[in-house]
């Protein structure tokens, strides 16, 4: 059975921290590009942050670049989202993603996310 589980997230005051984690089984995550997107109240899923099969190479979002780092764990199947200077409009549902294409199929997999409010 498939799984992506999302942990980590709370309530955090602007200028705080959290580190999101997400645990994969079922399938061979280390060859798996892994992701992670968001989704605020009212608005379209939103991509955040990618990491690569061998974990040398990130991409961001403009608005978290220099706040969030992604980074992942092969040996414990698990991808991090270090989140940093938190602002109120980081605020959203935080979604973990799996994804490759391997002779042309593309396949990918989705957590079922984890809440994030930034609040005073």
């Known amino acids: 059975q498939v799984q992506l589980v999302e942990s980590g997230g709370g309530l955090v005051q602007p200028g705080g921290s959290l580190r999101l984690s997400c645990i994969a089984s079922?399938?061979?995550?280390?060859?798996?590009?892994m992701s992670w997107y968001r989704q605020a109240p009212g608005k379209e899923r939103e991509f955040v942050a990618v990491i690569n099969v061998a974990g040398y190479s990130t991409n961001y979002v403009d608005s978290v670049k220099g706040r969030f780092t992604i980074s992942r764990d092969d040996a414990k199947n698990t991808v991090y989202l270090q989140m940093n200077s938190l602002k109120v409009e980081d605020t959203a549902v935080y979604y973990c993603n799996a994804a490759r294409s391997r002779f042309g199929v593309a396949t990918a997999y989705w957590g079922q996310g984890t809440q994030v409010t930034v609040s005073s």
């Open positions: 079922g399938f061979t995550s280390s060859s798996y590009a």
